[in-house]
Nanobody, 119 residues
Framework: QGQFVESGGGLVQPGGSLRLSCTAS????????VAWFRQASGKERSFVGS????????VYVDSVKGRFTISRDNAKNTVYLQMNTLKPEDTAVFSC????????????WGQGTQVTVSS
């Protein structure tokens, strides 16, 4: 068993930037795809983007393309989400998870980190 710990959230004005980190403990995910999700208050959790093991395969939802960038540092067991040009509708708890064994299912969800975009 293992877990992820997300950090880097906070309060930012519209148009601002934040960098989130997702660090794994108790496991290594260097050979697996890792994804970011977000859940706004009262809403369903939704997919934000993912990055494969090598870092060469990255997927984003349309609403964040051109604004968010996913990267990973396998030596640090960490995946990052650089968020630029933030909008109020980005406000949510951001979490990460890993697709173990290419199962198509997500595991080892972290507690999440709150991102609030407001004037």
């Amino acid at each position: 068993q293992g877990q992820f710990v997300e950090s880097g959230g906070g309060l930012v004005q519209p148009g601002g930037s934040l960098r989130l980190s997702c660090t794994a403990s108790g496991l290594t995910f260097s050979g697996s795809t890792v994804a970011w999700f977000r859940q706004a208050s009262g809403k369903e959790r939704s997919f934000v983007g993912s990055i494969n093991a090598s870092g060469g395969g990255i997927v984003y939802v349309d609403s964040v393309k051109g604004r968010f960038t996913i990267s990973r540092d396998n030596a640090k067991n960490t995946v990052y989400l650089q968020m630029n040009t933030l909008k109020p509708e980005d406000t949510a708890v951001f979490s990460c998870a890993v697709d173990l064994n290419s199962s198509g299912n997500w595991y080892y969800w972290g507690q999440g980190t709150q991102v609030t975009v407001s004037s």
